[in-house]
């Protein structure tokens, strides 16, 4: 018998612990976070309510209920050091220690790691902790430049020149706005292309990789609106994307595997959980737009969804360090995750209206919610997601449009993700970028 903790209970953590559930290997599921997901709750024979940044509180309750395995699900918790702190206490995390999940927590850091394993990943740049030459670097970028937060911001920290920002002199706003916060920030060059995510296993020797997933940030249909922390993702039933060849996935793959090593080697600690790679094919090649050290949300539902290899063994692997003996294999299935977001996400989403749903449907997971008794009200954030699988990606993103329109509430979505439409336009696109 296993006990397993997962911190966190958004919809990520809904996939995690479905498939820790499912494992053939005898386990007792434990979940500590800030609120109840009754979907995780239901699979769980205790629930710790705690903010996530309660490091001491975690380890303590994860030394009482004899935890033998911690699967970390958001990015804060690694930040704040939970992995190094449950390791002090002898409890094995599926998830880096600080020192190596710095890949994520600074744009400059992980920069400077791509640097060392390829700077031709790597678009033009410059570090900035002030804004006495900012006007200066984006006149020399031109009109095609971003402006990044070095810091954690759930995806909404990059403002992008002709989309967020009209004007240099809005880009300099911005990075004052960053300065005044005690924060610091990158210029970078802006790349153009077609985005992909692809999240690898890592036991901090062996990567194995898991099929590429196409996210979707910007809020509203078209591509147009704000960042946000994903509105939807699909993924082919061959494990690629229909603009990439067989050996762009191999330089991909290639990269994670790299960056993985270089991370040891500049820090004297191995990374072990998720890394994940954000890249983009351009003209000039593959570059990569950032890292995450732990699964996507929406893309760990549509990855989980498919994996055939049991988790839970996966798991032990990765803490046992013998991933490499491990198949991990996936359901050669198209998938299409489309979210439900309240009215007005993500810069004033309405919150705490009543939301509808089926919770025991299987292709559902629920996200930023609150129980109160046999209700659920919106928490504010991205409220549910819903996965259509098939061979087919027309048939899964029909499955998964007529399961989100099955949520009720004070909601919308991007009807458009995963639909034939909007993968030959970006199909199209890159055929033009590419000459």
Same mark, same amino acid.
């Given at each position: 018998?296993?006990?397993?903790?997962?911190?966190?209970?958004?919809?990520?953590? =809904?996939?995690?612990?479905?498939?820790?559930?499912?494992?053939?290997?005898?386990?007792?599921?434990?979940?500590?976070?800030?609120?109840?997901?009754?979907?995780?709750?239901?699979?769980?024979?205790?629930?710790?309510?705690?903010?996530?940044?309660?490091?001491?509180?975690? =380890? *303590?309750?994860?030394?009482?209920?004899?935890?033998?395995?911690?699967?970390?699900?958001?990015?804060?918790?690694?930040?704040?050091?939970?992995?190094?702190?449950?390791?002090?206490?002898?409890?094995? *995390? =599926?998830?880096?220690?600080?020192?190596?999940?710095?890949?994520?927590?600074?744009?400059?850091?992980?920069?400077?790691?791509?640097?060392?394993?390829?700077?031709?990943?790597?678009?033009?740049? $410059?570090?900035?902790?002030?804004?006495?030459?900012?006007?200066?670097? /984006?006149?020399?970028?031109?009109?095609?430049?971003?402006?990044?937060?070095?810091?954690?911001?759930?995806?909404?920290?990059?403002?992008?020149?002709?989309?967020?920002?009209?004007?240099?002199?809005?880009?300099?706003?911005?990075?004052?706005?960053?300065?005044?916060?005690?924060?610091?920030?990158?210029?970078?060059?802006?790349?153009?292309?077609?985005?992909?995510?692809? #999240?690898?296993?890592?036991?901090?020797?062996?990567?194995?990789?898991?099929? !590429?997933?196409?996210?979707?940030?910007?809020?509203?249909?078209?591509?147009?609106?704000?960042?946000?922390?994903?509105?939807?993702?699909?993924?082919?039933?061959?494990?690629?994307?229909?603009?990439?060849?067989?050996?762009?996935?191999?330089?991909?793959?290639?990269?994670?595997?790299?960056?993985?090593?270089?991370?040891?080697?500049?820090?004297?600690?191995?990374?072990?959980?998720? !890394?994940?790679?954000?890249? #983009?094919? @351009?003209?000039?090649?593959?570059?990569?737009?950032?890292?995450?050290?732990?699964?996507?949300?929406?893309?760990? #539902?549509?990855?989980?969804?498919?994996?055939?290899?049991?988790?839970?063994?996966?798991?032990?692997?990765?803490?046992?360090?013998?991933?490499?003996?491990?198949?991990?294999?996936?359901?050669?299935?198209?998938?299409?995750?489309?979210?439900?977001?309240?009215?007005?996400?993500?810069?004033?989403?309405?919150?705490?209206?009543?939301?509808?749903?089926?919770?025991?449907?299987?292709?559902?997971?629920?996200?930023? =919610? $609150?129980?109160?008794?046999?209700?659920?009200?919106?928490?504010?954030?991205? @409220?549910?997601?819903?996965?259509?699988?098939?061979?087919?990606?027309?048939?899964?993103?029909?499955?998964?449009?007529?399961?989100?329109?099955?949520? *009720?509430?004070?909601?919308?979505?991007?009807?458009?993700?995963?639909?034939?439409?909007?993968?030959?336009?970006?199909?199209?696109?890159?055929?033009? /970028?590419?000459?």
């Amino acid at each position: 018998m296993k006990n397993v903790l997962i911190v966190g209970s958004g919809a990520r953590e =809904v996939a995690i612990a479905r498939k820790v559930s499912d494992s053939k290997i005898e386990n007792s599921l434990f979940c500590v976070s800030p609120d109840s997901n009754p979907q995780v709750s239901s699979l769980c024979v205790d629930y710790f309510i705690s903010p996530l940044d309660q490091v001491e509180k975690i =380890v *303590s309750y994860a030394s009482l209920k004899r935890i033998d395995l911690v699967i970390v699900g958001p990015e804060n918790p690694l930040a704040l050091g939970l992995v190094n702190a449950l390791d002090a206490a002898g409890i094995f *995390s =599926v998830g880096p220690k600080k020192e190596v999940a710095l890949i994520e927590t600074s744009k400059a850091f992980a920069r400077k790691i791509i640097d060392l394993c390829d700077k031709n990943k790597n678009p033009k740049r $410059k570090e900035f902790h002030n804004t006495s030459s900012v006007l200066d670097f /984006i006149n020399e970028l031109g009109e095609n430049y971003v402006i990044k937060y070095d810091g954690l911001m759930g995806g909404k920290g990059v403002k992008i020149s002709g989309e967020h920002l009209a004007s240099p002199e809005e880009g300099l706003d911005y990075a004052n706005d960053i300065i005044r916060g005690g924060g610091s920030f990158l210029i970078e060059e802006k790349l153009v292309g077609e985005e992909f995510s692809l #999240m690898s296993f890592c036991d901090g020797k062996t990567c194995k990789h898991m099929p !590429l997933v196409q996210d979707h940030k910007r809020a509203f249909e078209g591509d147009r609106g704000p960042n946000t922390g994903g509105m939807g993702t699909y993924s082919f039933s061959d494990h690629g994307l229909p603009f990439l060849k067989e050996s762009h996935i191999s330089e991909a793959q290639k990269t994670n595997e790299l960056v993985a090593k270089e991370l040891h080697k500049n820090t004297g600690t191995p990374f072990v959980g998720i !890394l994940y790679g954000g890249f #983009m094919l @351009t003209r000039q090649g593959i570059k990569v737009i950032e890292y995450n050290a732990r699964f996507g949300d929406p893309e760990a #539902m549509n990855v989980l969804s498919i994996l055939k290899t049991d988790f839970l063994e996966i798991c032990l692997s990765i803490m046992n360090e013998s991933l490499s003996g491990v198949d991990v294999q996936f359901d050669s299935l198209s998938t299409v995750c489309k979210y439900a977001v309240p009215l007005g996400y993500p810069n004033k989403p309405e919150k705490g209206f009543l939301v509808g749903c089926d919770v025991d449907n299987k292709n559902l997971y629920l996200a930023s =919610v $609150k129980s109160e008794g046999k209700e659920l009200r919106a928490g504010g954030s991205r @409220t549910a997601a819903y996965v259509g699988k098939s061979q087919h990606i027309k048939e899964a993103e029909k499955l998964s449009e007529e399961g989100i329109r099955e949520v *009720s509430g004070n909601l919308f979505h991007r009807k458009d993700i995963g639909t034939e439409e909007l993968i030959e336009s970006r199909v199209k696109r890159m055929q033009e /970028i590419l000459g």
